[in-house]
Structure formats: C-alpha cells, structure tokens
Nanobody, 124 residues
Framework: QGQLVESGGGLVQAGDSLRLSCAAS????????MGWFRQAPGKEREYVAR????????NYADSVKGRFTISRDNAKNTVYLQRNSMKPEDTAVYYC?????????????????WGQGTQVTVSS
C-alpha cells in the first residue's frame, strides 16, 4: 500500500511564501501522476493542481492559475506545491494524492492514494 505524508503547513502571514511537500512511499513514485487538493471549512474538496509522472505536464485549476506552482522531484519521491504570496482565502487543509492512469485529473474520485492533509492558515 502506498503512503503519502504532507508537510510544510502551518500558520503564515498574508504575503508570505509557502512550499508544501508530500513524500511518497510504498509505491513506484515515477509511475504516478500527483495532485494537490484543498478543502476549506464547510466546502467540498477542491482541485488545485496536477503534475504528470515525467513532470512534462502540469495542470492548474482556473481559480489558482498563476498563483500556485506544482513540481516534483522523483529522486526524493516528493511533490511540491508553492505559492509566493499567500492570501487569507488560501486557508484550507491541503491534501496530496497519487494516481495511475491519465485523464479526469481534476476529480478527487480518480486518485488511488491520499495523504492525511496539512493545515494551512493564512492570517492578515
């Protein structure tokens, strides 16, 4: 069974840079597309970004395009999500996810493995 562990969350101030990490184990990392999702209180889990196994393709939700950057380091079995200027509306629990196959990447239902999430709170 694969396991994903997010880290890097916490309390930050608006305008700060933040880089979340997700370390994978128990799976062939380079064979999986990786995604980031987030869930704010009282809202559904929201797709944020996705990166292919080769890093050749990245995809972003329209709502975050130009504000977040997804990347991966297969040598470290780690995927990252970076935001250079955090805003209060970015407050949410952030989850990373892994899947085999392609297509439908914006749907949480297609992912096979999930991390437990890391809380990100952005204060003014």
């Amino acid at each position: 069974q694969g396991q994903l562990v997010e880290s890097g969350g916490g309390l930050v101030q608006a305008g700060d840079s933040l880089r979340l990490s997700c370390a994978a184990s128990g799976l062939t990392f380079s064979s999986y597309s990786m995604g980031w999702f987030r869930q704010a209180p009282g809202k559904e889990r929201e797709y944020v970004a996705r990166i292919s196994w080769s890093s050749s393709t990245t995809n972003y939700a329209d709502s975050v395009k130009g504000r977040f950057t997804i990347s991966r380091d297969n040598a470290k079995n780690t995927v990252y999500l970076q935001r250079n200027s955090m805003k209060p509306e970015d407050t949410a629990v952030y989850y990373c996810a892994a899947r085999r196959g392609i297509g439908g990447y914006s749907s949480a239902r297609v992912y096979d493995y999930w991390g437990q999430g890391t809380q990100v709170t952005v204060s003014s």
